[in-house]
Every structure is written in C-alpha cells, then in structure tokens.
C-alpha cells in the first residue's frame, strides 16, 4: 500500500482544516486506516483511526468532540477533519494503514504516508 497524504497547512485557532490520504497498491479496503502525529521536539502519537467498515473509529482524548475519521472506500481516502484547532495541534500528520497489533502504537502500523504539516497559530 502507498500513502499519499495532504492538505495540511496554516491556519488560525479555533479554525478548520481536512486532511486527505490517498491509498494506492494493495486492496485499500481490506486495511484499518489512522493518522498519527508528531509535534516540534515530540514523539509520534495516535490520533485516530477507522475499521474497515468505517462504522467505528478510536480517538485520542485531546482531540475528541474535535477531529472526526472518516473513509471512502471507492475513492481509497481516509480523511482527518479538524475544526476547533489549538496551537498544540502543531505537528506533521501521517496517515498510516494496515496495524498488526495495538492500534495506539505506531510500530505496529506497516505502511505510512509522507506527513503534511499543520500549523495553527494563536
């Protein structure tokens, strides 16, 4: 599977911004999808991921009520919406595909895109 994520950028706080990952290669629908994220001088952390289906979807508490997964299979995308964004949102976001034990650990994901950066400012 290759990644291909996107649409980061610059925003203000308390603003919005979507990120895309496109999915190529290996059946797209046949992986759990998430997004990870890594902050200046910060490890990478989990910050959502969505089942096959795309009925359930996990969250990291500081982004809950705030950042919804979602996928579209027949378009091979998984998408990170963001709205109500803080400054600590700061951070490259990876999307990630195919975790072969805890979804919260990021070495235990096989497939990575190349990270979009998102700023927000105050």
């Known amino acids: 599977v290759q990644l291909q994520a996107s649409g980061g950028g610059l925003v203000q706080a308390g603003g919005s911004l979507r990120l895309s990952c496109a999915a190529s290669?290996?059946?797209?629908?046949?992986?759990?999808m998430g997004w990870f994220r890594q902050g200046p001088g910060k490890e990478r952390e989990f910050v959502a991921s969505?089942?096959?289906?795309?009925?359930?979807?996990y969250y990291t508490n500081s982004v809950k009520g705030r950042f919804t997964i979602s996928r579209d299979n027949a378009k091979r995308t998984v998408y990170l919406q963001m709205n109500s964004l803080k400054p600590e949102d700061t951070a490259v976001y990876y999307c990630?595909?195919?975790?072969?034990?805890?979804?919260?650990?990021?070495?235990?994901?096989?497939?990575w895109g190349q990270g979009t950066l998102v700023t927000v400012s105050s």
């Open positions: 990630a595909a195919d975790p072969s034990g805890s979804i919260y650990v990021d070495g235990n994901w096989n497939y």
């Open positions: 290669g290996r059946s797209f629908s046949s992986n759990n």
């Open positions: 969505i089942v096959l289906s795309g009925n359930s979807a």
